[in-house]
C-alpha cells in the first residue's frame, strides 16, 4: 500500500492588485505519494507555480493570502504551523528549484556557502563534514573540480551549472519532496536533455516525491507518473500519463494536445489552435473558465463550473461534454 | 522540394566577428568573438529555410547580418542578384523593402508609444507608397485584417493587446512593404504554447498567399520541423548539416543533429519510455577560441585525433543533404 505523502485539500489563493483581487488558485486538491513523480501542467497564469508555493508558504503577503485550504505533510498542515517549523520543512524535507537560479542564489555568497548552510542548520554538521559533502554533491551533479568551485559565486557558473547547482543546493538535506518549478525551461536541448537525466538518476537513488511544474507536455511525458492539468486556478484534468496522453477528456488538453509539432511527425496538417488567451479571474468562477475557448462548450459551461468527476482508472475530469477525441488529438501524425 | 523555384538570395562565405576588448588598462587586447564564420547557403523562392542551434550558435547572427542589420565582415549576400555586402546605406534602404524582419520578443519590438496604426502604417509612409494618409489608413486597416486583428483597433497602443496580437502586429508591419523574404526570428519562443500554434497558422496561410520565403531561426527543433522545407543546423558558428526537413529528421549525419535531435521530448509517454537519449557532455565553448579542427569535436562522442587537426569537408552524402563531418 502507498502512502500518502502530501496532501493538499481545497487550496485557494488570491492576489491584491489595483484592479481587484486576482483568484489565482481557486480550490485545489490532491495527494503525492511516496516516490511518485507528478507533473503540474499549465501555461503562463494558470497557477501551477502559485499553487505550490503557497503549500510551502513562500507566497508574498501582501498582496497574496491562502485564502483556505490545508496541506498535510507528516500529520502537520503545513499552512498552519508556525514560521520557524516551516522554515525547516522548507530546508530538509521539501526543496524548491526554479527556472531562474539565480532567484535561488544569494549572488554575493560562494556557492560552497550557500550549500553549506542548509545542512549546518537544519541536519546539524559541522562546517568542514558539510563542505565534503558539499563537494560530493556538485560532483553528483556533474560539476567538474567540485571542491575549487565551491569557491565560486554563482556568476562564476553558465546557465546550466548554476541550475546543476542549484540542484545540488536543493538535495543537500536528502529532501522526501523535490518540487521543480520549470527548472529547464531558459536551457538549451541538449542541456535539459542533462538535467532531466539527473533529475531521473537522483530520483532512483534517493528515492523521493517530484512535483514537476512544466508548460511542456513533452518533458513531462518521459518524466511523471499523474499528470494534473491547470487551467483559471483549477484542476481541469487529472490521470495516470498513458491515459492522459491516449484518452484526454477535457478540450483544453485535447487542444493543447492537437497543438504541438512534433519532432517525429511526417506529415505537416494545420496545428490545432485556441483562440482567445487564458482568462485572469476577479472572481472565484461560477461557470467553466475555459468555456470562452471552447469548441465544444455547450449551455450548460456557461452557466455552472464543472465539478471534478471520476471516470476509470483514476482519470479525473472537469468538464460537462467531455469529448472523446483518443489518439485522434495528434491531428498532425 | 521547392529547389526547383529559382534562387531568391545567395549567402557566400558570411562572416561576422564581433570584437571583445579583455585584459587590463595598458595590455588591452581585441579579440574577436567568431559569431558567423563562414556560412554559405541558397535560398529558394517560396520556401521556408530553418536555422537551428542552441544558443549562442549564431543563428540569430547570421538572419540580422543576411539582412545588412549588422554589417559582415566578410562574404556575400545576394538578393535577387544583387549583392547587399556592396550597397551603399542609400541604395540598401531600396533593397530593404524586399527583406523584412519579425522578432522575438512583441513586448521590446514594438514602440509603446506609437499606436498600431502608426507602427503597421510607418514602413509605408517611410516609402511614400501612398499619396495620402487617408490611403495609408486603409492599407493599414487591410493589413490588420490580413493578420486576423480587428481593422477598428487602429489607435490602440501595443500595451493593450496580448502577446499574441502584439506579435501579430509584428507581422503586419513586416509585410506592409509586401517584402519577398521575411527573416522570422524565433517569432513564436517568447509566446505560450496555446498562442503558439495560432502565430504559426498564420505565418503558413501568409506564405501560400503571398509567395513570401522564409528564413526561420528557432531552437524548437519540433516546431522548426513542422514550418520548414529545408534545415540547417548551426554550432558555434558553422552550419555543420544541411538537408530537406524530413530526410534530415530522419536521417541526421552529423552526431551533433543526432544528440539535438534526440534531446527533444515527444509528447508521448509509450515513446519516451523506450527512447534512447545521446547526452553531449559540457557545454558550448567560448566563440572567442573555438576549438581547432571541427568545432564540435570537445562534445562529440565519436571524436578522433584528426577531427583536432582537420577541419572536415562540407559533403553532399544524399542528394540536397549535406554535412561536415570526418566519420558521417
Known amino acids: 500500500m502507498q502512502e500518502k505523502l502530501l496532501e493538499v485539500n481545497g487550496l485557494e489563493t488570491q492576489f491584491k492588485t489595483p484592479e481587484g483581487i486576482v483568484h489565482a488558485v481557486n480550490g485545489i486538491s490532491f495527494a503525492l505519494q511516496n516516490g511518485e513523480t507528478i507533473g503540474l501542467v499549465g501555461e503562463s497564469g494558470s497557477g501551477k507555480s502559485v499553487t505550490m508555493l503557497s503549500v510551502l508558504r513562500l507566497i508574498e503577503s501582501p498582496p497574496g493570502k491562502i485564502a483556505a485550504g490545508s496541506a498535510i505533510f507528516h500529520g502537520k498542515d503545513l499552512l498552519h504551523i508556525s514560521e520557524e517549523e516551516i522554515r525547516h520543512v522548507r530546508g530538509a524535507q521539501i526543496s524548491m528549484v526554479f527556472q531562474d537560479p539565480m532567484t535561488s542564489f544569494n549572488g554575493v555568497l560562494t556557492i560552497g556557502r550557500q550549500i553549506t548552510e542548509g545542512m549546518v542548520e537544519h541536519l546539524g554538521m559541522s562546517e568542514s563534514r558539510a563542505r565534503v559533502r558539499a563537494a560530493e554533491l556538485l560532483d553528483l551533479v556533474g560539476i567538474p573540480n567540485p571542491k575549487e568551485r565551491l569557491n565560486d559565486y554563482p556568476h562564476q557558473f553558465s546557465g546550466g551549472m548554476r541550475q546543476r547547482a542549484m540542484i545540488a543546493m536543493a538535495l543537500a538535506c536528502r529532501p522526501q519532496i523535490l518540487i521543480a518549478d520549470e527548472p529547464t525551461t531558459s536551457l538549451d536541448v541538449t542541456i535539459q536533455a542533462q538535467i532531466v537525466e539527473l533529475v531521473k538518476h537522483l530520483r532512483d537513488e534517493f528515492g523521493m516525491a517530484i512535483i514537476w511544474i512544466t508548460h511542456d507536455l513533452g518533458i513531462i511525458a518521459g518524466l511523471a507518473q499523474r499528470v494534473f492539468v491547470m487551467y483559471g486556478g483549477l484542476f481541469i484534468e487529472e490521470a495516470p500519463i498513458y491515459e492522459l496522453y491516449e484518452n484526454p477528456r477535457h478540450p483544453y488538453t485535447i487542444g493543447l494536445l492537437g497543438s504541438l509539432p512534433r519532432v517525429d511527425m511526417e506529415e505537416r496538417k494545420e496545428l490545432s489552435s485556441i483562440d482567445g488567451m487564458p482568462p485572469v479571474l476577479f472572481a472565484k468562477p461560477n461557470y467553466c473558465p475555459f468555456a470562452p475557448r471552447c469548441t465544444y462548450a455547450i449551455e450548460r459551461c456557461r452557466q455552472e463550473n464543472p465539478p471534478l468527476e471520476t471516470l476509470e482508472g483514476g482519470h479525473k475530469v472537469a468538464c460537462w461534454v467531455k469529448p472523446q477525441v483518443g489518439k485522434d488529438v495528434y491531428g498532425n501524425r | ?328
Not at chain 2, 162 to 185: F, H, K, N, T, W
Request: hydrophobic content about 40%; proline content about 7%; glycine content about 6%.
Open chain 2, 1 to 328: 522540394m521547392e529547389t526547383d523555384n529559382p534562387v531568391l538570395l545567395r549567402v557566400e562565405n558570411l562572416v561576422k566577428y564581433f570584437p571583445v576588448s579583455s585584459g587590463g588598462f595598458f595590455r588591452r587586447k581585441i579579440e574577436q568573438i567568431h559569431a558567423v564564420d563562414h556560412v554559405s547557403f541558397n535560398l529558394y523562392k517560396g520556401e521556408t529555410f530553418g536555422l537551428v542551434g542552441e544558443s549562442g550558435c549564431g543563428k540569430s547572427t547570421t538572419g540580422r547580418t543576411i539582412l545588412q542589420l549588422y554589417r559582415p565582415t566578410a562574404g556575400a549576400v545576394y538578393l535577387e542578384g544583387v549583392d547587399l555586402v556592396k550597397l551603399d546605406s542609400r541604395a540598401l534602404r531600396q533593397m530593404r523593402r524586399k527583406m523584412q524582419m519579425i522578432f522575438q520578443d512583441p513586448y521590446a519590438s514594438l514602440n509603446p508609444r506609437l499606436t498600431v496604426g502608426e507602427i503597421v502604417g510607418d514602413p509605408l509612409l517611410v516609402y511614400k507608397q501612398h499619396k495620402n494618409w487617408e490611403d495609408v489608413e486603409e492599407e493599414v486597416r487591410y493589413l490588420l485584417n490580413m493578420v486576423k486583428l480587428n481593422p477598428s483597433y487602429t489607435n490602440r497602443y501595443p500595451h493593450e493587446f496580448s502577446g499574441g496580437q502584439r506579435q501579430r502586429i509584428g507581422v503586419a508591419r513586416a509585410l506592409a512593404l509586401r517584402p519577398e523574404l521575411v527573416v522570422c526570428d524565433e517569432p513564436i519562443s517568447a509566446l505560450d504554447v496555446s498562442i503558439q500554434a495560432q502565430v504559426v497558422n498564420l505565418l503558413v496561410e501568409l506564405q501560400k498567399k503571398l509567395n513570401l520565403t522564409y528564413i526561420f531561426i528557432a531552437h524548437d527543433l519540433s516546431m522548426v520541423r513542422y514550418m520548414c522545407d529545408r534545415v540547417a543546423v548551426m554550432y558555434l558558428g558553422i552550419i555543420v548539416e544541411l538537408g530537406p526537413s524530413s530526410e534530415l529528421y530522419n536521417n541526421p549525419l552529423h552526431p551533433y543533429t543526432q544528440a539535438l535531435l534526440s534531446s527533444v521530448p515527444i509528447p508521448d509517454p509509450r515513446i519516451e519510455e523506450k527512447r534512447q537519449r545521446i547526452i553531449l557532455k559540457g557545454e558550448v565553448p567560448s566563440p572567442i577560441n573555438p576549438p581547432s579542427g571541427c568545432r564540435f569535436r570537445t562534445r562529440c562522442p565519436i571524436a578522433q585525433g584528426v577531427c583536432a587537426e582537420v577541419v572536415p569537408e562540407w559533403r553532399e552524402l544524399r542528394p540536397g543533404h549535406f554535412v561536415a563531418c570526418h566519420f558521417a
